[in-house]
């Protein structure tokens, strides 16, 4: 019989070797197999398949054929055979088991059954049966007649029940006695041994108790009377008391009176007087400690200047960003490369940040080119923090309690917003040095509070001020490195022997402030500070207040006998804490010249600072004469300055306001009335 599908093996008169597909796919090993399949599928059933049955059986076997011999190919006929009954038996079962789960079954009715599918009305009414309100039944009324049927047993067979339990009682102890008679003689020994001992020991107890009750009966002797008082020897060899009359008779009565207290009585019989007792005094008084302590919270304000910092020996921090060591075991406020405080806080409730003072300085130098023939730039666009709406203060060591939309609010510990301005001078070189801003967090709360449990102490505080993008708000360093000062002299070079050659005479040079004094003088009027890289027109400006710090000369040039004594004075006056006022700056476009200002950039390197001048109130307007020859001494020994020399702008610090508020006892409540007034 020939299978769609099946391949056909031609019958030639040349005997060829017979490969594994064509004998796979002959029409014998179908039949065998479709026989195999057959027999075992209706010995399972117990029945015998019908025609549909018979050719979705045949359709089975011709697929997982083609499927076997695809998947397995030239492989042993016994193993691809063997493949082939195993899919198709487990693939035939499931087909029979289907067949029997939908037999009889209507897929009509099935999905139109009353349970899934109802008309709107017939859903309607059973809602509305069953939203019906079912009123509850009231529960019976309890029955109080008294019942005349005997609940429990009859009275005789509780009697037999009574008398069989002491029946049974006696014959245990019964069998109890018989028992201990069979104990070993040993064993009735101890038990007499020590019956025996404890007649003795109670026979003991009762004399010992009638032994303390005939003791306590007898009657006590009298010991209290007042120890006698011996009479002063010294008295005796005078003779003041050698009669011992101190004996007074009472007529009528016949009986001597001793009287207590006089001279001539005798004195080995006499009663002294006592001592009078005083008032209790308020240290006699015990106060029950109170079982709770009580406190009382403190409030410290602390205040962080970033210009307090060791600004000559560390240049890593700048303004905005520095670190607050607390209790550092010094004796000096300025020990140590950062800021340092005194103040050990212990017992710490609630840190709060209340305000920050910062500069209103400009943040970057905006170079603004025009195109015109003149190619004239301009510099002067201010850029400060109100350009932010924000800024963000960080404290490493302090949780914070800020949460938003990115981790640099997450990691804040507080948001400061715009609250006041104030400035000075706004005359000078077109408005650049722009005063202070105050930051406050408006309507937040920048606190962390630690509850139950303060927090021990607090070590140290980093402190960051950062922009809305996580960036400081200026890395720009606060500190400059001064290579030297020069000093302008009427008709001669000074600062030809400076580290760079920078000739500065009269006449030559365009700069405005070198302003020569009468001759009668010869002292300039200003003096020229140079930096060793150039800064903006916006960090160090007119107007601003610089402090100079590590300005020395070397021991050769301080034991000079001419320039000594003057480079001494002149470095202590630069030096001096309360700083110097910038006039206004220069830049040099070529090591030989110097201009007024700032370059095309808005950038400079030199700083101009006033000298020093006499008493004003003397009437005298001439400067402080150093000494002759100032500006050649400057030129001389320049080269020799000694490192590291740096300067400050104290008008670009930045100062932070913290709450801090610890808990400490209350004495109050420990305190007596009497310890008020």
């Known amino acids: 019989m020939y299978r769609p599908g099946l391949s056909q093996v031609p019958v030639t008169s040349v005997q060829k070797p017979v490969s594994v597909q064509s004998v796979f796919f002959s029409e014998k090993n179908y039949q065998t197999l479709e026989t195999v399949l057959l027999q075992d599928v209706e010995e399972r059933n117990g ?32 193993l691809l055979n ?74 005789a ?37 020590d019956t025996a001992f404890r007649a003795l020991q109670d026979a003991q107890n009762q004399s010992s108790e009638r032994a303390l009750a005939l003791r306590n009966s007898k009657p006590t002797p009298v010991t209290d009377l007042p120890l006698a008082i011996l009479p002063d020897r010294r008295d005796l060899m005078m003779g003041a008391v050698g009669s011992f009359d101190g004996f007074q008779e009472t007529r009528g ?82 020990f140590g490369p950062t800021l340092a405080a005194q103040q050990k806080f212990k017992n710490i409730v609630r840190i709060e940040l209340v305000k920050a003072i910062v500069p209103g300085e400009s943040l970057s130098v905006t170079v603004n080119r025009n195109t015109t023939e003149n190619q004239v730039t301009n510099t002067t666009y201010q850029d400060n923090i109100l350009n932010l709406p924000f800024i963000t203060v960080r404290v490493a060591e302090l949780e914070n309690n800020n949460y938003g939309t990115d981790t640099f609010l997450d990691r804040s510990f507080g948001v400061l917003q715009y609250d006041d301005h104030w400035r000075s001078d706004d005359t000078v070189q077109g408005g650049t040095t722009k005063g202070f801003l105050c930051m406050i967090p408006k309507f937040l709360r920048c606190q962390k509070e630690y509850y139950p449990t303060p927090l021990s102490t607090l070590q140290k505080m980093t402190v960051d001020i950062r922009r809305p993008n996580g ?172 490192s590291p020399i740096r300067l400050m702008n104290l008008n670009k610090q930045v100062s932070l306001v913290f709450r801090i508020v610890t808990r400490e006892m209350d004495a109050l409540p420990g305190l007596r009335p009497e310890n008020t007034y």
């Open 157 to 193: 067979e509780m009697f037999e029940r009574a008398k069989k339990q002491r029946e049974l009682e006696a014959l245990r102890a019964a069998a109890t006695a018989s028992e201990l008679k069979k104990a070993e003689v040993g064993v009735a020994g101890r038990i007499q041994a």
């Open 471 to 642: 960036d400081l708000v200026s890395a720009v360093p606060d500190t400059l490195d001064v290579l030297g000062i020069l000093a302008p002299q009427a008709g001669s070079v000074a600062g030809t022997a400076f580290p760079f050659s920078l000739p500065i005479t009269v006449g030559s040079t365009p700069s405005q402030y070198n302003v020569m004094v009468p001759a009668a003088n010869g002292d300039p009027a200003n003096f020229f500070l140079v930096t060793s890289t150039y800064f903006s027109r916006f960090a160090m400006c007119a107007g601003d207040r610089i402090q100079v710090s590590g300005y020395a000369y070397p021991e050769e040039a301080l034991s000079d006998a001419t320039y000594g004594p003057m480079l001494r004075a002149f470095s202590q006056w630069v030096n001096r804490p309360e700083g110097h006022v910038v006039l206004g700056t220069c830049y040099t476009p070529t090591p030989s010249t110097l201009h007024d200002g700032v370059n095309e950039v808005g950038y400079a390197n030199v700083l101009v600072i006033p000298a020093r001048m006499q008493d004003p109130t003397t009437g005298s307007i001439l400067p402080w004469s150093f000494g002759s020859g100032l500006g050649g001494a400057l030129a001389t020994f320049g080269a020799g300055l000694q």
């Open 47 to 78: 029945t015998t398949l019908t025609e549909p049955q018979r050719e979705r059986l045949a359709k089975t076997l011709n697929h997982y054929c083609k499927q076997v011999y695809q998947k397995q190919g030239e492989k042993p006929l016994s």
């Open 253 to 334: 009565v016949g009986a001597d009176t001793r009287m207590l207290g006089q001279a001539n009585g005798n004195p080995t019989t006499t009663v002294p007087l006592l001592a009078p007792v005083g008032p209790d005094l308020p240290q006699q008084v015990l106060v029950q400690q109170p079982a709770v302590v009580s406190y009382r919270e403190v409030e410290n304000n602390l205040f962080l200047y970033s210009a307090d910092r060791d600004w000559l020996k560390n240049n890593k921090e700048n303004r905005y960003s520095f670190t607050v060591n607390f209790d550092p075991a010094a004796n000096s406020q300025n």
């Open 82 to 155: 063997k493949e082939v009954l195993s899919s198709c038996a487990k693939d035939f079962s499931q087909y029979l088991q289907r067949k029997e789960l939908t037999k009889g079954v209507d897929p009509v009715k099935k999905v139109m059954d009353e349970a899934l599918f109802q008309e709107t009305s017939q859903r309607f009414e059973r809602l509305t049966q069953e939203r019906q309100e079912v009123k509850a039944l009231p529960p019976p009324a309890p029955d109080f007649r008294i019942s005349l049927s005997e609940d429990g047993p009859p009275a």
